[in-house]
């Protein structure tokens, strides 16, 4: 480890440089990988680090297990005011390889650079394992799960005295394919002040509802932890200089879908016949029903007056019947006197 210069003003800034040798890899890599380099320097009060994370170091070719030499650099800012000696030493220094790869599990670290945390504190890495749907459907909702702990050494996330009461975590994930972009996973998490936040299981987990068919690959996204989404306490958004994100991949099948056509109402007409109330037909036993229409006594018929309107009519013939037989009576009996 060395240093840009040996005197700086205050309020400058100066460069740490890591040397790291040569590595030999335990198994070759399969395709071309660079190894990052995130180094860990411990400075004296009125000195932070103004780049820190990981950084790109050398390069293991195709069915290689060695690493080239490399150098890293880091940024240190002086505070104004800061009089005296600055130190620098060496902390943590971790390596990494591989681009990471695709399934329906497992874990890995996402990186992060956090504000509103504790000074010093931004810079977080979480192991996060996301879980894949296994019968995803156009069409259908399915769900994602995602979890999270705390536990990397000299990256936690520690809560800040500003959260509120219940906070809760707003875990955001990326996809595409299925018309699919984002979807976010809700839950509450446990905070002490100044200890690492504790992430519980989703209250809410991330609901997504493919519209077409195929592959769709998922990564994880910011990170959010406050009230609410809108306004959060404490914004993680992911370091940029991460390459090797894990990304995830499920399979998306046609489903059924319920067909907005009409269905045409098929209609049955059914003719019912019923034998009217008081017969079984006329005296001809056809099964019919004589009717005279209205007005059937002017031509001898009863007409609808029925049985004692026709009475009447018979009665009535015989009183003219008997009166004319009368009247001829009363003349003889005139003209005998």
Known sequence: MTASAETVQAGGTFEVTLSIPQLTLKTAVTAATQVQVDGKLTLSTGATVSNPGNKPGGTAQAQS??????????????????????????????????????????????????????????????KVTLTMPTNAKTGQESTIGWSATNDVTGYELEAPTTLPTNPKYFAELTLSGGGLTTATAEGNVTVTQ?????????????????????????????????????????NCTLDTTQTNLKSYTFTVTGGSTASNTPVPTKTTTVIVTKTPVGG?????????????????????GGGEAGPDG?????????????????????????ARG
């Not at 240190?76 to 130190?87: D, L, R």
């Not at 990471?100 to 504790?118: H, I, L, M, R, S």
């Not at 015989?318 to 037989?325: F, R, T, Y």
């Open 194 to 234: 100044g200890q690492p936040i504790t992430f519980q299981a989703p209250t809410t987990p991330a609901k997504v509802k493919p519209t077409t068919a195929g592959t769709v690959t998922v990564k994880p996204g910011s990170l959010k932890i406050g009230a609410s989404s809108s306004s959060p306490t404490v």
């Open 65 to 126: 297990t060695t690493v080239p030499a490399a150098e890293v650099k880091y940024t240190v800012s002086v505070a104004a005011g800061t009089t005296g000696k600055v130190t620098v030493k060496a902390g943590e220094l971790k390596l990494t390889t591989g681009a990471g790869g695709g399934g329906t599990g497992g874990e890995n670290e996402v990186w992060y650079n956090c504000t509103g945390v504790p000074t010093g504190t931004n810079n977080v890495r979480l």
């Open 280 to 300: 079984n037909g006329d005296n001809n036993g056809n099964g019919k029903v004589n009717k005279t229409p209205k007005g059937g006594a002017e031509t001898g």
């Open 310 to 334: 026709r009475m009447f009519v018979l009665t009535g013939t015989a009183l003219v019947a008997a009166a004319a037989l009368g009247g001829l009576v009363l003349r003889r009996r005139t």
